[in-house]
């Protein structure tokens, strides 16, 4: 059984939070558009002195929000999510926790650890966690400590991508876990939407097509190779951030690399502080994330007219598989 809050959706997808990528006005256009919005707290970065951003987000997206669910009652906004990187070099964890806490973030999506007292500030202000696991063992151990529900990242995803097949991944977690589960990697369809729930997922959680969104921020070039790209052009490496990821081959060869030869870099190199302060720029800002759906996203669109499509493919797909 889905909880209320994921159970209203106009389709079932989550879009997932993307460093750099999410930020208030993609956020804001999912949600309008009807599917769960998102963002990583890490993206809502102040400078020293200045009035904290997370803050102001989350009051802008609330507001927002509210104000369109006033206007059009009738096509209420989705609930929004925010992401925390529980890694141990991410130092704000303790006060962004406190702030979405304060807020009421009515989903909490986990990444890099699972930590029971995220999971019980969560429930503390009425909202649910979901971790995001690469495999069955991470995906126990998150339940043991409260999560809520799973995201099952499987080969293919953009970001820090698992390896393993979503066939195996999703069986392996449905033999014990009847809870909300959501299934991650080159999701790119309304028919592979479908195709998410068909094997066992609840909802598809869909990231890489919406950094070609106008409300994206990410710069017009990475939009662009996101529509000129497909599966071939995405390599995996471990050398940007000290974990196994995906990255569009033309922006590795844009920074002066060869894409078919890149060292592998251990996870003792992972720091998000570091990352949150801007101090290491090739991984994110230079070297493009991307999952390998992307040849399904042709061209720049606002983030409501890729909405529309998943929503009009998913619709077909369901009929058409239910005629046959
Ligand atoms: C550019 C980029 C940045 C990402 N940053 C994050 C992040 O900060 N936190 C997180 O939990 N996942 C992050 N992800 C992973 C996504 O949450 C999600 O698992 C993935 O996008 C799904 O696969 P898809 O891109 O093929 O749809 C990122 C993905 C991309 C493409």
Same mark, same amino acid.
């Given at each position: 059984m889905l909880p209320p809050i994921l159970a209203q959706? +106009? &389709? *079932?997808v989550v879009a997932s939070p993307m460093f750099i990528v999410s930020g208030p006005e993609l956020v804001i256009a999912q949600c309008k558009a009807g599917i769960v919005g998102s963002f990583p707290a890490l993206n809502a970065r102040e400078n020293p002195?200045? #009035?904290?951003l997370l803050d102001a987000w989350l009051t802008r997206i609330a507001e927002e929000l509210d104000r369109h669910n006033q206007a059009d009652p009738d096509h209420p906004a989705a609930p929004f999510a925010v992401n925390q990187?529980?890694? +141990? $070099?991410?130092?704000r964890l303790e006060r962004d926790i406190e702030i979405c806490h304060r807020h009421k973030v009515p989903i909490w999506i986990t990444s890099l650890g699972a930590r029971p007292e995220v999971n019980a500030a969560a429930h503390d202000c009425g909202g649910i966690a979901l971790h995001d696991v690469i495999n069955d063992t991470f995906a126990r151990k998150a339940i043991d400590k409260g999560a809520d529900g799973l995201i099952a990242? =499987?080969?293919?995803?953009? @970001?820090?991508?698992?390896?393993?097949?979503p066939f195996a991944l999703i069986q392996e977690i449905r033999e014990w876990f009847d809870g909300p589960l959501l299934l991650s990697g080159a999701i790119a369809t309304g028919r592979a939407v479908l195709a998410a729930q068909a094997i066992g997922a609840d909802l598809a959680y869909v990231g890489s #097509?919406? &950094?070609? !969104? !106008?409300?994206?921020?990410? *710069?017009p070039a990475y939009k662009r190779m996101i529509t000129e790209s @497909?599966?071939?052009?995405i390599v995996t490496s $471990?050398?940007?951030?000290g974990v196994s990821g995906n990255y569009l081959a033309p922006s590795i060869r844009a920074a002066g690399l060869d894409p078919a030869n890149l060292d592998g870099a251990d996870? !003792? !190199?992972?720091?998000f502080d570091k990352a949150a302060r801007? @101090? %290491? *720029? %090739? =991984?994110w800002s230079q070297i493009w994330g991307s999952g390998?759906? &992307?040849? =399904?996203?042709k061209a720049v669109t606002p983030a409501a007219e890729l909405v529309d499509r998943l929503a009009r493919e998913y619709a077909a797909a369901r009929s058409s598989l239910c005629a046959g």
């Open positions: 959706l +106009r &389709i *079932p002195g200045e #009035p904290v990187i529980v890694h +141990r $070099s991410n130092a990242v =499987a080969a293919g995803a953009g @970001g820090h991508a698992g390896a393993q097949s #097509p919406f &950094i070609a !969104t !106008t409300e994206a921020n990410a *710069p @497909g599966a071939e052009d $471990s050398l940007f951030t996870a !003792t !190199t992972m720091d801007g @101090g %290491k *720029p %090739k =991984a390998q759906g &992307i040849g =399904a996203v």
